[in-house]
């Protein structure tokens, strides 16, 4: 097993940052290769925002490629996603994810993230 927790959510206005940071533990956290954030919006469906792989290969949905980065930590088990120039669209519940060679896909409870206008 896995578990995630996320950390770092919060209220900022448009143009702001904020990092968001995610702690993989668990007996399993060997077995992990992917990890990564999606994010919901209220009335719209899980999207995927970010993933990271064992070897730092990256992938970002198109609105927050330049905006968004992620990184990882693999000595820690951590992750991390750095939100800069933040739009009122990325306001969302964001989930940490990871993603085992055995395709077992774990999930955090989520971090609220609110972008005034």
């Known amino acids: 097993q896995v578990q995630l927790v996320e950390s770092g959510g919060g209220l900022v206005q448009a143009g702001g940052s904020l990092r968001l940071s995610c702690a993989a533990s668990g007996r399993s956290i060997f077995s992990i290769n992917l990890m990564g954030w999606y994010r919901q919006a209220p009335g719209k469906q899980r999207e995927l925002v970010a993933t990271?792989?064992?070897?730092?290969?990256?992938n970002y949905e198109d609105s927050v490629k330049g905006r968004f980065t992620i990184s990882r930590d693999n000595a820690k088990n951590t992750v991390h996603l750095q939100m800069n120039s933040l739009k009122p669209e990325d306001t969302a519940v964001y989930y940490c994810?990871?993603?085992?060679?055995?395709?077992?896909?774990?999930w955090g409870q989520g971090t609220q993230v609110t972008v005034s206008s």
């Open positions: 994810t990871a993603k085992s060679y055995y395709n077992t896909i774990y």
């Open positions: 990271i792989t064992t070897g730092s290969t990256t």
